[in-house]
C-alpha cells in the first residue's frame, strides 16, 4: 500500500529543508518557498485538522490566535528538486565568477593604473634586484604624476597586480 501522504510535507518542513540544503538562514528559506509557491514550482495544498492555537509576537508583543485547523503542505518531490535547481543555478554563476581575467571583469581601475605604470617604467619587465618598497614609492610617484588616485593599501594592489601578471604568464601557452 502506497501512502500518499508521504509524498507531502509541512511548510515548516520544506522551509528547515532548503536552509539545510542551501545553507541559508530561515527567513531566506522562508522566502524561497513562499516564492517557489506563488509561482507553481512548487505543488502545495491546504490541510484541514482540528484548530490549534499559535503564540505570535508581533510589534515586540504575544499575540494568541488559532490556525483555525488549517495548515499548508508542499510536495516533498517538487522541494527537493527546487533546491536542486537553485544549487545548479548558484554553480554556474559562481564558475562564471572564476578565472583568470577575474579582476578584470569586475573593473578595477586601480589596477589597471598600477599595470599601465608598470609597464611605462619597466617595458622590459621589472629588475629583479629593485628592493619591493622601491618598486612601490616609483610606482606611486608615477601614480601621483599622471593624477591617479592611490589608496593607503596601495602596495597590496601592487602584489595582486604582480601576482596576476605572473599567472597570466603561467597559463599563456609557449610561442
Not at 499559535?54 to 533546491?83: P, W
Not at 611605462?120 to 612601490?136: F, H, S, T, V, Y
Request: hydrophobic residues 35%; aromatic residues 4%.
Amino acid at each position: 500500500m502506497i501512502n500518499e501522504d508521504s509524498d507531502w510535507i509541512s511548510r515548516d518542513a520544506a522551509v528547515a529543508y532548503v536552509g539545510a540544503t542551501l545553507h541559508c538562514y530561515r527567513e531566506k528559506a522562508l522566502e524561497l518557498v513562499r516564492k517557489a509557491v506563488n509561482n507553481l514550482k512548487v505543488k502545495s495544498r491546504t490541510v484541514h485538522s482540528s484548530p490549534e492555537w499559535l503564540v505570535s509576537v508581533i510589534a515586540g508583543q504575544e499575540a494568541i490566535h488559532s490556525d483555525h485547523g488549517e495548515s499548508i503542505e508542499v510536495c516533498r518531490k517538487d522541494v527537493v528538486e527546487f533546491c536542486l535547481e537553485l544549487r545548479q543555478a548558484g554553480t554556474r554563476s559562481a564558475q562564471a565568477k572564476i578565472g583568470s581575467n577575474a579582476a578584470q571583469r569586475r573593473g578595477q581601475p586601480i589596477s589597471i593604473s598600477v599595470r599601465s605604470a608598470i609597464n611605462e617604467l619597466w617595458p622590459g619587465g621589472i629588475p629583479a634586484d629593485l628592493m619591493a618598497k622601491e618598486r612601490d614609492e616609483k610606482i606611486i610617484e608615477r601614480l601621483k604624476e599622471k593624477n591617479k588616485k592611490t589608496s593607503k593599501y596601495i602596495s597590496r594592489t601592487i602584489q595582486r597586480v604582480l601576482k596576476a601578471d605572473r599567472e597570466a604568464h603561467k597559463e599563456a601557452p609557449p610561442d
